[in-house]
């Protein structure tokens, strides 16, 4: 009897699920001239030195090329999204060239078709993808996702203008008083390098975690915050600590 009812348990979730989704399908080719200086010099695979921010031959940093190649729309979307009350999964991959195309191809025709001028395709498959769940002031999200720590576009703390970080976060708000509220989130991400980072990837992993404790009202927010950037080791318990300092 209990299977039986843990089987229409679940039968009736994964219908409801089922009734909620969405399919994305969206196919937008386009070409465009770009003739501005590449960021890594032909033939080289290393990027063009400079003592400042200027110079004849490079004029925008490394994340002004990066943010600048992944403002160029998809060629393709194909995914889905499911919404309901509590829970919501999204999970979309876009097909596009390889952003490093863009960091080489200089002064040539730009696209957004895969295997045009020779370019690749990014693999990083999907680039969006996560599942949250909300109900009661608990606020729970794993998966990968753009996300940010701040008010302002370039944070001190968390910016969101990379393209998507892998992460979890969970956070819980109550009423204290009939005037307070208080919020307690954990957060912690895993990182891709991209670039070259001095030493191999493989042989330094990077992760970051930070919590925080908010009192606020209408007129006055207060909040007690950690986020610990861990570099060259993996994390461990005294890392990640959800409570201590």
């Not at 919501?88 to 991959?93: G, H, M």
């Not at 030493?199 to 006055?220: C, K, L, M, W």
Request: with cysteine.
């Amino acid at each position: 009897m209990k299977r039986n009812i843990a089987f229409i348990v679940c039968l009736l979730l994964a219908a409801s699920l089922f009734a909620s989704l969405k399919p994305v399908v969206s196919i937008n080719p386009f070409f465009t001239f770009d003739n501005s200086p590449s960021g890594i010099e032909l033939g080289h695979g290393t990027w063009k030195q400079s003592v400042g921010l200027q110079n004849p031959d490079w004029w925008e940093t490394r994340q002004d090329y990066w943010n600048k190649a992944f403002d160029k729309m998809d060629f393709m979307n194909l995914g889905f999204v499911v919404d309901t009350d509590m829970i919501d999964i999204v999970s979309i991959t876009d097909i596009l060239q390889d952003s490093f195309m863009q960091f080489t191809n200089d002064g040539r025709i730009m696209s957004n078709v895969p295997f045009v001028n020779g370019a690749s395709v990014d693999l990083t498959f999907p680039r969006v993808s996560y599942i949250d769940y909300t109900n009661n002031g608990i606020y729970l999200s794993i998966g990968r996702r753009q996300i940010k720590w701040g008010p302002s576009t370039y944070d001190m703390a968390i910016s969101n203008s990379q393209p998507f970080l892998d992460n979890f976060y969970g956070s819980y708000t109550t009423d204290i008083s009939s005037k307070w509220d208080f919020t307690y989130s954990f957060m912690g991400i895993a990182y891709k390098h991209l670039f070259d980072v001095g030493v191999p990837a493989t042989g330094a992993p990077q992760s970051t975690f930070t919590h925080r404790f908010i009192f606020e009202n209408d007129n006055i927010r207060l909040s007690f915050a950690e986020l610990n950037n861990i570099y060259g080791k993996q994390a461990s318990l005294l890392d990640f600590s959800p409570l201590a300092l």
